[in-house]
């Protein structure tokens, strides 16, 4: 481990509330957290390849799902949707994530969508376990 | 982008690059992590669709 890494995990494990805090960063925009830590490479490729997943997967004419009491199956696809953070709340009032039945690709679209959520909650997990040095 | 293969194609490059990053510390490992799951979703994808063409479609 670097010095410069040795230090921002040992600055991580003396204040609980930045831990929080990066945490929330890193699910609100994929990779910050890796960044924060000095992990640029990783952080980087993160920040790239996990909003252009989500991107796909609205231009496949995915549909992003909002939290239906009545439909477990529906909150469950929205509470993955929502693991990618800004995005989810972003896309919306521009008009995407509508979705489109008739799509050949729309069982796809969100298939890309609910799986770059999952994938980002992954990020956090460890950006979480870098903080800590168990990485 | 209507091709299937091509979507999966697309699906499992992603999904590799992720976990390959995740899992993986040296751009070596990581290169040959996820050339090795890029290629197994490829042939997972093209086997599992050859086992379910003799199924009817409706």
Redesign the interface.
Same mark, same amino acid.
Do not use: P, Q
């Given at each position: 481990m670097s010095p410069a890494r040795a230090t921002a995990v040992e600055k991580e494990k003396s204040q609980p509330g930045s831990l929080v805090l990066l945490c929330l960063a890193s699910w609100a925009i994929p990779g910050i957290g890796h960044i924060w830590l000095g992990r640029r490479a990783?952080g980087f490729?993160?920040l790239i390849?996990?909003p252009?997943?989500f991107a796909?997967g609205l231009?496949?004419q995915g549909r992003l799902f909002s939290f239906d009491s009545s439909d477990i199956l529906t909150t469950l696809e929205a509470a993955a949707q929502l693991g990618i953070g800004l995005l989810y709340f972003l896309a919306g009032p521009f008009g995407f994530g509508k979705g489109d039945v008739r799509a050949?690709?729309y069982e796809?679209g969100i298939?890309?969508l609910i799986?770059?959520g999952l994938?980002n909650v992954?990020?956090v997990i460890?950006a979480y376990d870098v903080a800590l040095g168990r990485k | 982008?209507?091709s299937h293969v091509v979507?999966m194609a697309?699906?499992a490059f992603?999904?590799s !690059?992720?976990f390959s990053? !995740?899992a993986k510390d040296t751009p070596r490992e990581q290169a040959r992590l996820g050339g090795l799951m890029f290629a197994g979703f490829m042939l997972a994808g093209l086997v599992v669709s050859w086992l379910m063409y003799p199924f009817p479609l409706r």
């Open positions: 990783k490729i993160f390849a996990l252009l997943m796909i231009a496949l050949v690709t796809y298939s890309f799986v770059a994938l992954l990020i460890d | 982008m209507h979507v697309i699906f992603f999904v !690059l992720v990053v !995740l």
